[in-house]
């Protein structure tokens, strides 16, 4: 994608925008790993911790955002097929989640059927669109999780949505795929949704190690400017450990630094869209009281020395729980003769 082939997309404008009503926001990008799911969840559950009401919506057939807050995807009676095929309602087919002021609506293997039972329904690219006109007025922020394609559960949510959130993965093939999302994109906003925007771009899986990942960060960010976020999600194994426990990182572990750059995101995407926190993240609870350093004799204490703690265990040689000999003594073997 050059820069002279999209001069003229007003997808990519930066307009202004207006404050309060609910933003329905659509994370996508066709090329699968690159964390819509994890940017969809962590950044709704961050939200959500802040005091905004937040809704996510998994139009993936995987239904790894309902599993991710918690959700058995076996389980759920109404879902977003459902919604698409005009069978339910969203108020039916909404779940709350474990995190106050965080609701979902789940996905199910069913919509994998979605996209061949909607192929000739008229005005098929409207249906999830349809269903959402005047029935997301008491969230603030509505979050659509798309699936690794470009097909037309994707279209749908491009069509539902009013913002683009883009999650690219520091690497060269996530980068090569941004201008084919991009151009379905705009020809989503001419033809089916004028009021479609990127809201943001989103880096993810930085690996600071690399020379690959700056490359594409400065690449990124040269040619979307200040479209992009300036927080970077950095590549974290507990954010991919999340999932498994049920439930967002920025709860699992808020103190990794996968779930503080979500919760940075969320304080970005606040400042976007004129919002502010409607919660105030509570301090945490101030550290116990150490005795005064001393002088000490240097190393990692940089000339310091704390306080002896009173729980160390003073005996030495040191014996180990299984047995009575002492690490430092000789163990000697009896050989027969």
Not at 300 to 322: K, S
Request: glycine content about 8%.
């Amino acid at each position: 994608m050059s820069t002279e082939s999209a001069k003229d997309w007003k997808l990519l404008e930066v307009r202004p925008i207006a404050v309060g009503g609910t933003r329905v926001i659509c994370v996508a990008n066709q090329k699968g790993g690159v964390a819509k799911t994890t940017t969809a969840v962590n950044l709704a559950a961050a939200l959500a911790l802040r005091g905004h009401e937040t809704l996510i919506i998994d139009v993936d057939p995987q239904s790894n955002a309902t599993t991710g807050v918690g959700i058995d995807h076996r389980t759920v009676e109404a879902s977003s097929y459902d919604l698409m095929v005009g069978s339910a309602g969203l108020d039916d087919c909404v779940m709350p989640t474990a995190i106050d002021h965080l609701a979902c609506v789940p996905a199910s293997l069913d919509l994998a059927g979605a996209e061949i039972e909607l192929v000739g329904s008229l005005a098929r690219e409207h249906k999830l669109a349809e269903a959402l006109a005047g029935a997301t007025g008491k969230y603030r922020f509505v979050f659509l999780d798309c699936p690794p394609s470009l097909g037309l559960i994707t279209i749908n949510a491009l069509v539902a949505a009013r913002d683009l959130i883009v999650p690219v993965q520091c690497e060269y093939y996530a980068l090569e795929g941004l201008g084919q999302l991009l151009n379905t994109a705009e020809r989503v906003r001419r033809s089916l949704n004028s009021d479609l925007r990127i809201s943001g771009v989103l880096l993810t899986m930085y690996d600071a190690r690399t020379k690959l990942s700056s490359q594409v960060s400065d690449e990124v960010r040269a040619h979307f400017g200040e479209l992009v976020f300036k927080t970077v999600v950095p590549r974290s194994v507990r954010l991919s450990e999340a999932p498994s426990f049920g439930e967002p990182v920025v709860t699992l572990d808020p103190t990794s630094r996968g779930s503080i750059s979500y919760k940075l995101l969320a304080a970005e995407v606040e400042t976007r869209y004129g919002h502010e926190a409607v919660i105030e993240e509570r301090p945490s609870a101030p550290l116990a009281s150490a005795a005064p350093a001393t002088p000490g004799p240097g190393g990692r204490g940089y000339g310091t020395q704390t306080a002896q703690p009173d729980d160390l265990h003073l005996d030495w040689p040191r014996t180990e729980p299984w047995t009575e000999i002492a690490v430092d003594e000789p163990v000697t073997t009896r050989r027969d003769s």
